[in-house]
């Protein structure tokens, strides 16, 4: 009669011998192509804020590149507030948009104030 703890020994016998002459590989990582939200902040009442990330390897214009961000209330298809978008974004860098009536601390936890809103949002 086998034994559970047989057969688990056993099965651990061959997973470390597979294990053991298996070559392990890396895992290419693929780079964005396309800029990305990587943060987004929302503290009280107009503390609010969007980072938007670089990792294409290259800088991108925003302006030619035609960025906008387009924020939609209460589940409206229809934008209502657009914001065009304008200089540009070093590769490893972020663009961060932030509500024009956000406080100065908020303001200090950006790593660029680069644009402000005329509106709420």
Same mark, same amino acid.
């Given at each position: 009669?086998?034994?559970?703890?047989?057969?688990?020994?056993?099965?651990?016998?061959?997973?470390?011998?597979?294990?053991?002459?298996?070559?392990?590989?890396?895992?290419?990582?693929?780079?964005?192509?396309?800029?990305?939200f990587?943060? %987004?902040?929302?503290?009280? &009442?107009n503390?609010? $804020?969007? @980072?938007?990330?670089?990792?294409?390897?290259?800088a991108?214009? =925003? #302006?030619?590149?035609?960025?906008?961000?387009?924020?939609?209330?209460?589940?409206n298809p229809?934008?209502?507030?657009t914001?065009?978008?304008?200089?540009?974004?070093?590769?490893?860098?972020? %663009?961060?948009?932030?509500? &024009?009536s956000?406080? $100065?601390? @908020?303001?200090?936890?950006?790593?660029?104030?680069?644009?402000? =809103? #005329?509106?709420?949002?």
């Open positions: 009669m086998k034994t559970i703890s047989g057969i688990i020994a056993r099965g651990l016998l061959v997973l470390a011998l597979v294990a053991s002459v298996t070559p392990v590989t890396q895992m290419a990582q693929a780079s964005p192509t396309e800029l990305f990587s943060e %987004y902040i929302e503290g009280t &009442s503390n609010k $804020a969007l @980072e938007i990330y670089n990792g294409t390897g290259a991108v214009d =925003l #302006a030619t590149g035609g960025y906008n961000i387009q924020m939609h209330f209460n589940g229809v934008a209502g507030l914001i065009n978008l304008t200089g540009a974004v070093a590769d490893g860098d972020v %663009y961060v948009v932030a509500q &024009s956000a406080s $100065a601390v @908020e303001r200090k936890f950006c790593k660029k104030f680069v644009a402000s =809103l #005329a509106g709420s949002w």
